[in-house]
């Protein structure tokens, strides 16, 4: 499952050739995208059609947080794969699902996720496909790693290390 804008800076082309080729190989899958149309979201929509995956790729656009929530549940990961990313909220949601992701190499992503993603190429379509394929052999330890992952970012942890830089 991907959430974000669809818009160029996410990345989504990319991800769906990728998805499309790690599908040919391993077709049990499909590939659950959900966001806002941003900017030139109609080139993401022809190359669902130009690679004939209107079955395998689903757009849901916006979702209220209930939704989402459910949706996180239900899925068997995150993957966000930006071109930059300030911190990367979508696989921090994922993690409170317990849910590992897969994600950017770059910008603050591997800081965010530590040792619950698996870290691709966001250039490269086959780097983020073979991602895929590394997510389903370790998804039980990227589970276990995002449940404790999900605690760095606990609201008290946080608020505790601010603090104690005033002492």
């Not at 071109?83 to 910008?107: M, Q, R, T, V």
């Not at 449940?147 to 603090?163: D, S, W």
Request: glycine fraction near 8%; hydrophobic fraction near 40%.
């Amino acid at each position: 499952m991907n959430v974000s804008t669809l818009q160029p800076g996410k990345n989504i082309e990319r991800l769906i050739r990728a998805f499309k080729i790690f599908y040919d190989k391993t077709p049990s899958y499909q590939l659950c995208i959900v966001g806002n149309k941003g900017w030139g979201y109609e080139d993401i929509y022809k190359i669902v059609k130009e690679l004939n995956a209107e079955r395998v790729i689903v757009f849901t656009g916006y979702l209220d947080d209930t939704i989402l929530s459910q949706l996180y549940s239900a899925c068997i990961g995150v993957v966000y794969v930006s071109l930059y990313e300030g911190f990367g909220i979508p696989p921090l949601e994922g993690f409170y699902h317990s849910k590992g992701a897969i994600c950017s190499n770059n910008s603050s992503l591997p800081e965010v996720v530590g040792d619950a993603a698996v870290l691709v190429d966001p250039m490269d379509d086959l780097s983020i496909a073979i991602g895929f394929s590394d997510f389903l052999e370790k998804r039980e330890i990227l589970e276990a790693n995002a449940t404790k992952r999900v605690t760095v970012f606990n609201p008290k942890t946080i608020t505790m290390k601010f603090l104690s830089l005033f002492k």
